[in-house]
């Protein structure tokens, strides 16, 4: 039985998950960053049974920005039940002449090359270790993974104010939380050593069910989008890509 899920320009049908993990970024400044995925049961190999994360994405850049150039970045995969992963450039950087966007996207390119590698063993936390390891751009950003076991597991592991809000039948069951300093400065992975490491990453595992909805994106979702507003969308429309575009 395929499950209702949103998300935009890209949408995924809940039968055919990605071939590959591949990542995205946007010229412009993503005001929304949204990444929204339904479950259904997987068609395949007895191997391969279970859940798995059919997914739709949509950018909207922000008007400030849009000549400026995107500071996001995310990519999807389908390796076992399936990966999304988001990274929001910190803004502040641009005072200092660095392109906030580089750090974000090289981190998530080395995210997306490394999902499958065996040291990671399918655990987020490990995937923005390796990720963030990897980056030698200037820069900073908030980061959150999230990796779906075929048995219905899904576990995350935030580092900042990205969000996860998991929709089960018309209601939030699960939503995270974000970290911050104080007011507008978040817990980010950084190219200084004063920044927060993989080791600060709130990890948490939800079960989620059939027809759940998971909606996960930046801050530039969540602060601009209620929850409400969330739910009010995501029950109007039957795809994926229709409701992301309406968020």
């Known amino acids: 039985m395929?499950?209702?899920?949103?998300?935009?320009?890209?949408?995924?049908?809940?039968?055919r998950p990605l071939s590959n993990s591949t990542p995205f970024s946007s010229s412009h400044k993503a005001k929304r960053l949204l990444c929204c995925a339904s479950l259904s049961?997987?068609?395949?190999s007895s191997e391969a049974a279970g859940v798995c994360l059919s997914v739709g994405t949509h950018l909207i850049p922000h008007p400030d920005?849009?000549?400026?150039?995107?500071?996001?970045?995310?990519?999807?995969?389908?390796?076992?039940?399936?990966?999304?992963?988001?990274?929001?450039?910190?803004?502040?950087?641009?005072?200092?002449?660095?392109?906030?966007?580089?750090?974000?996207?090289?981190?998530?390119?080395?995210?997306?090359?490394?999902?499958?590698?065996?040291?990671?063993?399918?655990?987020?936390?490990?995937?923005?270790?390796?990720?963030h390891a990897a980056t030698t751009s200037i820069g900073s950003a908030t980061?959150?993974?999230?990796?779906?076991?075929?048995?219905?597991?899904?576990?995350?592991?935030?580092?900042?104010?990205?969000?996860?809000?998991i929709i089960r039948k018309g209601q939030i069951v699960f939503s995270t939380s974000p970290q911050e300093h104080y007011f507008d400065c978040p817990y980010q992975l950084s190219s200084e050593a004063v920044g927060q490491t993989f080791l600060d990453a709130t990890v948490m595992s939800v079960e989620v069910m059939e027809?759940?909805?998971?909606?996960?994106?930046?801050?530039?979702?969540?602060?601009?989008?209620?929850?409400?507003?969330?739910?009010?969308?995501?029950?109007s429309y039957d795809s994926v890509a229709d409701a992301v575009v309406c968020m």
């Open 2 to 15: 395929a499950i209702p899920a949103a998300l935009s320009t890209i949408a995924y049908s809940a039968n």
């Open 41 to 44: 049961n997987f068609v395949g």
């Open 65 to 131: 920005k849009v000549e400026k150039g995107g500071e996001d970045a995310f990519f999807v995969s389908s390796h076992r039940g399936g990966v999304i992963a988001v990274a929001d450039g910190v803004s502040g950087w641009a005072e200092k002449d660095v392109n906030p966007a580089l750090f974000s996207r090289e981190l998530i390119a080395h995210a997306s090359s490394l999902v499958e590698d065996e040291e990671v063993n399918y655990e987020p936390r490990s995937l923005i270790r390796k990720a």
């Open 143 to 165: 980061a959150v993974v999230a990796m779906l076991e075929r048995n219905g597991i899904l576990k995350l592991a935030n580092v900042g104010d990205c969000g996860v809000r």
């Open 211 to 235: 027809e759940d909805m998971v909606v996960m994106g930046s801050d530039g979702l969540f602060d601009n989008v209620y929850d409400k507003e969330i739910l009010s969308v995501m029950d």
